[in-house]
């Protein structure tokens, strides 16, 4: 349920996707419902086209009446590869990989997570030490 696994959810070409303009907190907001890990979630999209929240559908069938959500906001460029670009239209973050640095979930309506993200580090390789004994093992073939 991270903003870009919904999305990627979303646009698979067999998710059967609807989108709908709703009215939340009196502002207009863009959501999408779509089937994912056999449960149906329904994203939030802000004015910048970033997911703000992701939630299941009540009454899911595989959660029963357990309603999980995530809230996600202040999303910030972590690519720090690349230079940015101008800002987008919106506010946007632009020129990177946008990620959120406030992210809190939610079951039925609890808080069982809150964190804030100071520093995300893109594609950091995983170092795992090798056991002597598969060392001595792998000589031996």
């Keep these: 349920m991270t903003p870009h696994g919904a999305m990627k959810a979303a646009q698979d070409a067999g998710s059967k996707r609807t989108m709908a303009n709703e009215t ?8 999408m419902s779509f089937p994912a890990a056999g449960s149906t979630l329904k994203a939030y999209l802000d004015d910048a086209g970033m997911i703000t929240r992701v939630h299941t559908m009540g009454g899911d069938r595989s959660l029963g009446k357990t309603v999980i959500e995530f809230q996600y906001a202040g999303y910030k460029d972590h690519d720090i590869l690349r230079a940015p670009a101008s800002p987008t239209p919106g506010g946007a973050p632009s020129g990177g990989i946008p990620f959120p640095s406030h992210i809190v979930q939610k079951i039925n309506g609890e808080v069982v997570l809150d964190v804030m993200l100071t520093e995300v580090t893109l594609n950091r390789g995983l170092v795992l030490e090798v056991p002597p004994a598969v060392e001595r093992a792998r000589g031996r073939k």
């Excluded at 939340?24 to 959501?31: E, I, N, Y």
Aim: overall charge neutral; aromatic content about 0%.
């Design 24 to 31: 939340v907190d009196g502002k207009s907001v863009t959501t």
